[in-house]
């Protein structure tokens, strides 16, 4: 079935340190892959999205690494901040007509002061 | 914020009644995509409307049914509502260029069936 299943549901981390939230995702053709954040109470919010051409991309504090052959992708936050607390969801983009994406259950980050 | 907004903010219903949510996208968007999000899970996929016409559909009943309109906000009407359809009610909006575009979330509708 479609799934976007992520490794560890609750990730704890000190302040300052680097955060890693993996997932793994199901279909071979899925060609557009996200990152969200997603607060208590509020929709999620974009983070850093990679098409399927690629395999790493960076953004301010945050890089998205995509490994196409074990069809995995990981969230690498530096400098993790209290503010970075949050459920985190990867999503796949199966392409094609519809933009539909597939989230996983989402990982909970916890930063410890 | 993306620019994308979502009334009401929280809604109580009783089973069998109908509800319809509201979703206005952000400007120059021409796509609106809903999805529900049950407690402690990911979004669902529920449907997805391109200029005013259904793009998409998820694994969801005929009872969830949606509209968009020419200044490109949307509505999502559900209606015979079960107990299990409490959840937050995602709109997303993006702009489709022919590649998978990035959709932006607003707020959500928090919705309570009792």
């Known amino acids: 079935g479609e799934s976007v299943g992520l490794h560890l549901p609750t990730l704890s981390v000190q302040e300052g340190d680097n955060s890693i939230i993996n997932c793994a995702y199901s279909n071979s053709a899925s060609d557009y892959f996200i990152w969200y954040k997603q607060e208590s109470g509020k929709g999620p919010q974009f983070i850093i999205d990679i098409r399927s051409n690629m395999d790493k991309r960076q953004g301010q504090r945050v890089t998205v690494l995509l490994n196409k052959t074990v069809k995995h992708l990981s969230l690498q936050i530096a400098a993790t901040q209290p503010g970075d607390s949050a459920v985190y969801f990867c999503a796949e983009n199966y392409g094609g007509a519809t933009n539909k994406l597939i989230f996983g259950t989402g990982t909970l980050l916890a930063v410890q002061p | 914020e993306t620019g994308v907004t979502q009334s009401p903010t929280h809604l109580i219903k009783t089973r069998g009644q109908q509800v319809t949510l509201r979703c206005s996208s952000q400007?120059?968007?021409?796509?609106v995509s809903w999805y529900q999000q049950a407690l402690g899970q990911g979004p669902q996929f529920i449907f997805q409307?391109?200029?005013?016409?259904?793009?998409g559909r998820g694994n969801f009943p005929p009872r969830f049914s949606g509209l968009q309109f020419p200044n490109y906000s949307s509505e999502l009407n559900v209606n015979a509502l079960e107990l299990d359809d409490s959840a937050l009610y995602l709109c997303?909006?993006?702009?489709?260029?022919?590649?998978?575009?990035?959709?932006?979330f607003g707020p959500g509708t928090r919705l309570t069936v009792l």
């Open positions: 409307y391109y200029r005013e016409e259904e793009n």
């Open positions: 997303a909006s993006s702009l489709s260029q022919g590649l998978a575009d990035t959709q932006y």
């Open positions: 400007s120059g968007h021409n796509t």
